[in-house]
T-cell receptor, first 109, second 114 residues
Framework: RKEVEQDPGPFNVPEGATVAFNCTYS??????FFWYRQDCRKEPKLLMS???SGNEDGRFTAQLNRASQYISLLIRDSKLSDSATYLC??????????FGTGTRLQVFP | GAGVSQSPSNKVTEKGKDVELRCDPI?????LYWYRQSLGQGLEFLIY????????KSGLPSDRFSAERTGGSVSTLTIQRTQQEDSAVYLC????????????FGPGTRLTVL
């Protein structure tokens, strides 16, 4: 079983739609949680950290459920420019990041 | 300011040859990380440095892989006697310090072993 699991997608949604991605992690000792975005053949870039209380950044909302070891990302009012692969990332008590394989999003006009 | 840079951007080599991949972190960043991303796979941690020392090298897949960092700056990842399964994109990241702060990634080196 992978340490961080995501639905690979692709999710094909029209502009303006709301889309949600989920992620589960296996190690209950995980300490920090992130969503990274990776465009095709580019490096990953931090989209947002995920806090226990949930957090929002513009159209993006991230939630963490430690009891269920579950992380989510909600994107409202999808834009064409949101098309990318979204990586769920977990950090344990060392500094290495454990990445999921990513969920691909394609927003169409 | 300049981001993380890596060289070469692409490397094609023959099976059995040694390769060296270079990473220049963001100036002032004390922590440096190496990952690799194989086709259809997630990013896989290889090793990280705090200054010039490597507290965690647990992700290096075999003893053919080694890395060093000198002067608390540039890092080199060396793969000896390359195999076809080493083909991947090797990504370097740096962060201001350890402790869960944002890691900034370089563009990667795409390694192809024929």
């Amino acid at each position: 079983r992978k340490e961080v699991e995501q639905d690979p997608g692709p999710f094909n949604v029209p502009e303006g739609a709301t889309v949600a991605f989920n992620c589960t992690y296996s190690n209950s000792a995980s300490q920090s949680f992130f969503w990274y975005r990776q465009d095709c053949r580019k490096e990953p870039k931090l989209l947002m950290s995920v806090y226990s209380s949930g957090n929002e950044d513009g159209r993006f909302t991230a939630q963490l459920n430690r009891a269920s070891q579950y992380i989510s990302l909600l994107i409202r009012d999808s834009k064409l420019s949101d098309s990318a692969t979204y990586l769920c990332v977990v950090r344990y008590n060392t500094d290495k990041l454990i990445f999921g394989t990513g969920t691909r999003l394609q927003v169409f006009p | 300011g300049a981001g993380v840079s890596q060289s070469p951007s692409n490397k094609v080599t023959e099976k059995g040859k040694d390769v060296e991949l270079r990473c220049d972190p963001i100036s002032g960043h004390t922590a440096l990380y190496w990952y690799r991303q194989s086709l259809g796979q997630g990013l896989e941690f290889l090793i990280y440095f705090q200054g010039n020392s490597a507290p965690d090298k647990s992700g290096l897949p075999s003893d053919r892989f080694s890395a060093e960092r000198t002067g608390g700056s540039v890092s080199t990842l060396t793969i000896q006697r390359t195999q076809q399964e080493d083909s991947a994109v090797y990504l370097c990241a740096s962060s201001l310090r350890t402790g869960g702060v944002e890691q900034f990634f370089g563009p990667g080196t795409r390694l192809t072993v024929l």
